[in-house]
């Protein structure tokens, strides 16, 4: 303990002097009570005992007092001079900036000068911009770090909990930001700005804003001179890393390819803190006139404006601000009529509900043309089974029309011959007819082949257009038989010696004939391997023919 005490005799923790490097390295110049109701909100409710206000201040900024104390003594911040209130500005040098580029992960070569000399004229100006981001943070007490106290100072912290939410961190604001129409970013030419802050907040929904404060000291053309000049870093290109051209401002920070559905610059807030004296009411509207052409834009058919190559300039006050925070209705977008959320006046609200009305109407045309195609395609399916219905095959016995199954098997063929025994019949009337087929007596076995031949062989073999029967047994001949008795040679004697006969009645006519004539059937087919006639060659064989 001892050995803490002699490094940091204020008695100072690393958590307030790391309150101390965030705010003052994205502020630069600060006061004990600024750090504390952005480092520790909570603090703020504490101490409400106290007798007066300078008694409380005193007590929930004593922390941060003396984290300021002891990091004076390492050499990283210093005193800053004073406000016209009195109080201590602090600001951080050299080596602070190097150490406070490490609590906001940001380069040393971002970080912006030391600020020293800020507070030789009390800093009226930096301290609105600090006034600004408080009310852009809205900063949120932890209720964890007030559970032990009373319940009076919970209920306070619980409802500035449940108030409207800010916009980012500490480490989304930077300021002093030079926006160099010519030269360099760390060498900046004549003829640029230079921001007063630039939030970044892309888990907000603000990707890029760049917010001017002005205490009601400049004339509406000092303003207009200053917006002419963000107009020209806009337009400015550089080449990039990869050897292409793009705007400058797209090398430093990230940013949609449009905004609200168009190409726009990036949006520039003026905040007005009424200590001077000008009056912004009269300011605004000298200011709208003066700056036309860089923030109006072109009239669409839908009844919106298209904002491509313009400026969106939001104006809203500072005491409204700190009020009713970014999501009150305190600012007016130049050219339009109400006050808005900051995310409205920044955006197209009437561009997106033109667009969101496209997409509906183009997603409607859509499922009318798919209903539209669903409809002919059922149309198409009903008109092909009606088709197909009207070719069902009708069973030639009872008149039913075939299953599809019964149907399938009908057709089915093996080389061109039809599988099916009774192509013609349902299933039903198919079994009787195989039944009555296997109930007939021995005789009859060759009626279980009696199904009509082929359409090929009924063209081939046209000699019998019915069905033989045998001229002695009076049976029906089988397919292989009446095929066999349809043959012809070159003429029109059939090949087969008794075509009236039957398979079996040729078979035993055969085998009589064999018992009476022995050897005949050997000498018939003698003669007719006998030598065949000589041929005669010249004129005299043609005569002959």
């Not at 104390?69 to 004073?82: P, Q, V």
């Not at 700005?193 to 400049?218: G, K, R, Y």
């Amino acid at each position: 303990m001892a050995g803490k005490r002699k490094n940091n005799p204020a008695g100072s923790t690393n958590s307030y002097r790391g309150d101390v490097l965030r705010v003052l390295g994205a502020l630069k110049v600060a006061t004990a009570d600024q750090i504390q109701r952005i480092g520790a909100p909570h603090l703020t409710f504490r101490h409400a005992d106290k007798e007066t206000p300078s008694k409380q201040k005193q007590a929930r900024t004593a922390s941060h007092t003396g984290a300021l104390s002891d990091m004076r003594k390492h050499g990283l911040s210093e005193n800053g001079g004073s406000t016209e209130t009195g109080d201590a500005l602090r600001n951080l040098t050299t080596k602070g900036l190097e150490a406070a580029s490490h609590e906001l992960r940001r380069p040393a070569t971002e970080m912006g000068s030391t600020a020293r000399g800020a507070g030789s004229s009390g800093a009226s100006h930096p301290m609105a911009v600090n006034e600004t981001v408080i009310a852009m943070l809205r900063p949120k007490p932890n209720m964890a770090k007030l559970a032990d106290d009373p319940p009076h100072v919970q209920a306070a912290a619980q409802a500035a909990v449940d108030g409207p939410d800010g916009i980012g961190t500490i480490a989304s604001y930077w300021t002093e930001v030079p926006l160099p129409a010519t030269g360099t970013w760390n060498a900046p030419g004549k003829g640029g700005a230079q921001a007063d802050l630039v939030l970044t907040a892309p888990q907000d929904q603000v990707p890029l804003l760049f917010i001017e404060v002005d205490n009601c000291h400049e004339t509406a053309e000092e303003l207009a001179a200053k917006l002419e000049k963000y107009a020209r870093f806009f337009k400015r290109k550089v080449k990039d890393t990869d050897g292409k051209e793009r705007p400058m401002w797209r090398t430093r920070w990230s940013a949609p390819a449009t905004w609200s559905g168009d190409k726009t610059y990036p949006p520039v807030l003026l905040v007005f803190n009424r200590v001077g004296e000008r009056n912004p009411n009269r300011t605004i509207p000298r200011l709208m006139e003066l700056t036309r052409h860089l923030w109006e834009g072109e009239r669409q058919k839908g009844g919106h404006h298209r904002y491509d190559g313009r400026i969106p300039i939001i104006a809203t006050g500072l005491k409204n601000l700190s009020q009713h925070g970014p999501e009150g209705p305190v600012f007016l977008r130049f050219g339009r009529d109400h006050m808005e959320p900051l995310w409205e006046a920044i955006g197209n609200p009437r561009r997106e509900a033109a667009d969101a009305r496209a997409r509906e109407e183009t997603a409607r045309a859509q499922r009318e043309y798919q209903a539209k195609v669903q409809r002919a395609a059922q149309e198409q399916a009903a008109k092909q089974a009606a088709e197909r219905e009207a070719r069902r095959p009708v069973c030639a016995g009872c008149g039913a029309k075939f299953t599809d199954a019964r149907w399938e098997a009908a057709q089915a063929t093996d080389w061109g011959t039809p599988q099916d025994s009774h192509p013609h019949l349902c299933d039903g009337c198919k079994q009787k007819a195989d039944a009555v087929a296997s109930a007939s007596p021995t005789p009859g076995r060759h009626e279980e082949h009696q199904e009509p031949l082929p359409e090929w062989a009924r063209h081939e073999f046209m000699r019998y257009p019915r069905r033989p029967r045998c001229t002695e047994c009076k049976a029906a001949f089988t397919n292989e038989r009446w095929q066999a008795v349809e043959r012809t040679g070159w003429g029109t004697v059939p090949m087969e010696a008794r075509p009236t006969l039957c398979g079996d009645c040729d078979r035993r006519h055969e085998i009589d004939r064999e018992q009476a004539w022995p050897g005949a059937s050997r000498q018939e087919q003698e003669q007719d391997q006998a030598v065949p006639e000589q041929k005669t060659t010249g004129w005299l064989a043609r005569l002959r023919r």
